[in-house]
Every structure is written in structure tokens, then in C-alpha cells.
């Protein structure tokens, strides 16, 4: 036992010093170990090793491992944890759209608990990933189960469920580590510019870098400055993952701004990983963002409530000769 406590000690030291580091920018085994360690299995892992260690009479040694257990497990509630006090989204406000996206590939049940789900939340734009061929008999059910959202696109094992209309469909890679589908929508709002939607699915291979994906998706979405941009994606990424630092620069994570409860989505039953998420840009108006519990796949769904703002107009400050956003 005393050997076991070691083994943890030494992986726990290294993992939370990597956390502090280089998290996943370095080699490919500091992301795997920074990808295996997140803050609620280091908080877990120092309590572990303050009971082993109290067992064999490493009384001392014990208490500093029982103080770190709290640290992480602080720092794990305030980093996974939101409670923005907003009000339930099942509270749906017709003036507002409601957004949902759900890698619903490895199902615990069959489809048609996808769909009981999907029906109850009634959201106005639905983004699935890993959601089986497009043949025409899937494009068909797609049509017959939500003859609501009359805008449809089936491709690639994307699904894509609209109720306001699609003008413009395009797909690409995301280098060599995933791939994506971009939507142009027509708003309901004459003072609205036309607002973009990236579906994306990004691989998970555990020893390939998502830097370039994670780039050439941000350079994407950094072209579309000036009008509503959502991002719905299966990143197969932490949130904290220093990947996300270009995307950031145009885009938030709805659930850092919004969210409300647990923020992790894989695996159920258990989610210890934040790898699912809709990034919004400064032309969405967020009022609620969560990740609902269910047990029909292995990832939880994400569903935010949000509206489109006008689009910002430049005006100068005469005073000093800059630009402002109003």
C-alpha cells in the first residue's frame, strides 16, 4: 500500500504540475496526462491518497494530502461549477432562440429516446454529430420526426434541424483532425446581419495535437467579425486547454458566460471531461446555457437560450480620434 501511495503521489504531482505549465502545448505525453487529470480526479486522487496514507500510519504526510484534496476540490467548484441564478430553460421565452447540440453517437438507448429528448426541449436550431449515414431513408425519418424545422441538412453524419431557413451550405477539414459544416441562415429580424453556424466534430485521437484544427477553426470564424457567429461542436478538448486561446479571441464559451450546474459532458454516467460546447461571438445576446442530464448517449447535450443583436455601428470620439463600438 505504501508502494500505491507513491505511485499516485508521483502521477498526481506531475499531472497538477503540468496544469500549472505547459498543459496540453507541449509534448504529446503532458497533453495525455494533462487530457487524464482533470480537476475533479486530481481532487478525488488527494483525497484517495490521504486515506491510504492515514491507513499506514503516514499521519503527517496525510494531512497535507487531505489539504490539497480541498485546494483542488475549490478550485474544481469554481472552474466546473456555474450558477448564474438564471431560470430554468425549460421555461422557454418565444422571443428568444433556443440552441442545442448533442454528439449522439455511442447511445446507451435506441434513436427514438434521441428524439423524445429532442421534442421535449423543442429548440429552434438542433446540431447532432455522429449521427449515422445520410442515406435517404435517415434524410427521410429526419423530415418525418421534426416536420417543424422544415431546413434540413443530412450529411456526413451531421444533422443539422432548422426553423429558419438555410441559404448557404458548405463543409471543410479542419486539417487532419476534424471537419466541420457552415451554415448561413436567414434571421426573422429585418435589423439583423445574416448569422453563420459551424457544426463541428473534432477527431478523438488522443496523441494528435489540436493546435492546427483548433487554428484553422478560428480563422474561420475570425473572417465572420461582423455578423452572429454559433459554434456547436464535439471538441474532444478540455475547455482549458490552451487550443482554445485563438478561438477565444472572437468567441466565448456559452457556459462560462451563461451556465448553470456541472459544466462536464463525457462520459456518462459520469462526466468528468467539458469535450462538448456552443461558443458564441459579441453579435449573441446569452440568457441561459446548460448541459442537460440524460442517459440516452455518452455525451450530454448543450442547450442555450440566446437572441441576435443588431450589428454594432463605428462611430468616432472626436475628442481623440478613436473608434468605438456603440
Not at 475549490?74 to 472552474?79: E, V
Not at 451556465?259 to 453579435?283: H, K, M, Q, R, S
Amino acid at each position: 500500500m505504501k508502494v500505491l501511495v507513491l505511485l499516485i503521489s508521483v502521477f498526481w504531482c506531475l499531472a497538477i504540475s503540468i496544469r500549472f505549465t505547459v498543459r496540453d502545448s507541449s509534448s504529446a505525453v503532458a497533453s495525455l496526462v494533462f487530457y487524464m487529470s482533470p480537476l475533479i480526479l486530481l481532487s478525488l486522487g488527494a483525497f484517495v491518497v490521504f486515506v491510504l496514507a492515514w491507513i499506514v500510519h503516514w499521519r503527517r504526510i496525510a494531512v497535507i494530502w487531505f489539504l490539497l484534496s480541498i485546494m483542488t476540490g475549490i478550485w474544481c467548484w469554481n472552474t466546473q461549477f456555474r450558477d448564474t441564478g438564471a431560470y430554468s430553460v425549460l421555461q422557454h421565452d418565444p422571443s428568444k432562440k433556443r440552441v442545442l447540440f448533442w454528439n449522439i453517437g455511442d447511445r446507451l438507448w435506441g434513436i427514438e429516446h434521441v428524439i423524445n429528448e429532442l421534442q421535449q426541449l423543442d429548440p429552434d436550431l438542433i446540431g447532432l454529430v455522429e449521427a449515422g449515414p445520410d442515406s435517404a431513408e435517415m434524410k427521410q425519418f429526419w423530415k418525418q420526426s421534426f416536420p417543424e424545422h422544415p431546413y434540413q441538412v443530412v450529411q456526413n453524419g451531421f444533422v443539422f434541424l432548422s426553423r429558419l431557413p438555410i441559404t448557404e451550405t458548405s463543409s471543410g477539414r479542419l486539417v487532419d483532425m476534424g471537419h466541420y459544416l457552415r451554415f448561413r441562415l436567414q434571421s426573422d429580424q429585418a435589423d439583423i446581419s445574416v448569422p453563420a453556424v459551424f457544426l463541428v466534430d473534432i477527431y478523438s485521437k488522443v496523441l494528435k495535437s489540436r493546435r492546427a484544427a483548433l487554428k484553422e477553426l478560428a480563422d474561420q470564424v475570425s473572417q465572420l467579425n461582423q455578423q452572429p457567429v454559433l459554434v456547436l461542436g464535439d471538441f474532444n478538448t478540455p475547455r482549458d486547454s490552451v487550443h482554445f486561446d485563438s478561438l477565444r479571441k472572437s468567441c466565448n464559451n456559452s457556459l462560462e458566460i451563461a451556465g448553470d450546474g456541472y459544466l462536464a459532458t463525457w462520459p456518462l454516467p459520469i462526466p468528468v471531461l467539458d469535450l462538448d460546447g456552443i461558443w458564441v461571438n459579441e453579435f449573441i445576446e446569452l440568457y441561459h446555457a446548460e448541459n442537460r442530464w440524460t442517459w440516452v448517449s455518452d455525451h450530454r447535450p448543450v442547450l442555450i437560450e440566446m437572441s441576435f443583436k443588431t450589428q454594432n455601428k463605428k462611430v468616432i470620439n472626436v475628442e481623440n480620434g478613436k473608434f468605438f463600438r456603440m
